[in-house]
């Protein structure tokens, strides 16, 4: 299996940081380096206010220094704005750095995404966490 290359939601790297959340194998494997992380500077943004809200500010500012010095996380800027998701156009930070990092999905469980599994081209898949957990938890433990 070639290393994966992914893309994750703010809701779902939020229930990954702490080890009673039943995603917290997505972070520890993450720091296991077994997967790309993509990220743009709008999401980390977005993971530094949405942890600072969560956490707490002091827990923000060293989980994401430790993030940007992981060896794989991949500090993406798209040079396109796709535009796919229309209900809330924030959300596609994630779909143009998923395009942009040549992501092989987006792990999330925002239901807009949903448009994804129709959508041609550029071609970009979504994976709700428990089916990346379904497919890749084993492989990656």
């Not at 809701?11 to 993450?30: C, D, G, M, P, Q």
């Not at 991949?74 to 942009?100: G, M, S, V």
Request: aromatic letters at 12%; hydrophobic letters at 40%.
């Amino acid at each position: 299996m070639n290393k994966l290359r992914i893309v994750i939601d703010t809701n779902v790297f939020l229930v990954s940081l702490a080890e009673h959340y039943k995603y917290h194998w997505i972070f520890r494997t993450l720091i296991s380096g077994k997967y790309d992380l993509c990220g743009s500077t709008e999401i980390l943004l977005e993971y530094q206010e949405q942890v600072a809200l969560r956490y707490g500010l002091s827990n923000t500012d060293s989980t994401l220094d430790f993030l940007l010095n992981l060896r794989n996380v991949h500090l993406i800027t798209p040079h396109y704005r796709w535009n796919i998701i229309q209900k809330d156009e924030d959300d596609n930070k994630f779909i143009d750095c998923a395009i942009a990092g040549n992501a092989d999905f987006i792990v999330t469980d925002d239901k807009d995404f949903k448009i994804l599994d129709n959508w041609k081209f550029p071609p970009m898949k979504r994976l709700r966490g428990d089916e990346f957990g379904t497919l890749y938890k084993d492989k990656l433990t």
